[in-house]
């Protein structure tokens, strides 16, 4: 889904996203018949991008839906590696156990339903990719949570940060501009300048927004 660039920019970034299986096309449908949101190909390709490049080996995503995301990991993490799918919704991740197993990779992933919060406290070890993808409330305390399990040189992803029906774009982008207008804001709106101001100012991690998909805000530990 793209609500942040222009339709033949999108248009641009979909054409040169990686190629994909027969697998994620089907679950790719599934998502759109069922009127489920899923980050798109331009995100999906550049999350995969970010999980090469760190050499991602263990992902835990906070809000997975049907799998969509975590799909386009899965070929980058090595046969060992981890994953870890949450939904509060069984038969979302049941439908992404059918994917997986059809795509070869569901011996790597865990599908946990329930609270993610409560889930991540769980395991154990550092992360090397966080995917922050839940409730824009709980955006800053997920941060919070995670931010001393992310390896040296891992990453902390979450969607949906500019644009899309949970932020008010003009609100966030004063905020981040040092007006912020509290008072006017909603809590959604308010969950993701609260993350967002929080990841810019940590000095322990380096962060920078790319405009694709509702916008993709990428932080990685120095």
Request: with cysteine; aromatic share 10%; hydrophobic share 40%.
């Amino acid at each position: 889904m793209n609500t942040v660039l222009q339709d033949h920019v999108a248009g641009f970034v979909r054409a040169m996203s990686p190629d994909t299986d027969d697998v994620a096309t089907a679950l790719t449908e599934q998502n759109v018949e069922s009127g489920f949101p899923a980050v798109g190909p331009e995100v999906g390709g550049t999350l995969r991008m970010l999980a090469r490049l760190v050499g991602a080996k263990r992902v835990f995503e906070f809000g997975s839906g049907m799998g969509y995301s975590a799909y386009w990991l899965a070929p980058v993490l090595p046969a060992d590696g981890e994953i870890v799918l949450t939904d509060f919704e069984a038969s979302n991740l049941e439908t992404a156990r059918e994917f997986f197993e059809r795509g070869g990779y569901a011996e790597r992933a865990r599908f946990e339903v329930g609270d993610a919060l409560n889930t991540y406290r769980e395991y154990e070890g550092e992360f090397d990719v966080v995917l922050v993808d839940n409730r824009e409330t709980e955006y800053l305390e997920t941060f919070e949570l995670v931010r001393e399990d992310v390896s040296p040189g891992g990453i902390v992803c979450a969607d949906n940060v500019i644009g899309g029906p949970a932020v008010d774009e003009e609100l966030a982008l004063a905020a981040l501009q040092g007006d912020p207008a509290w008072d006017r804001m909603d809590d959604s709106t308010r969950g993701v300048v609260e993350y967002l101001l929080a990841v810019r100012e940590d000095p322990a991690f380096e962060t920078v927004l790319l405009p694709v998909g509702e916008g993709l805000s990428v932080s990685v530990r120095r």
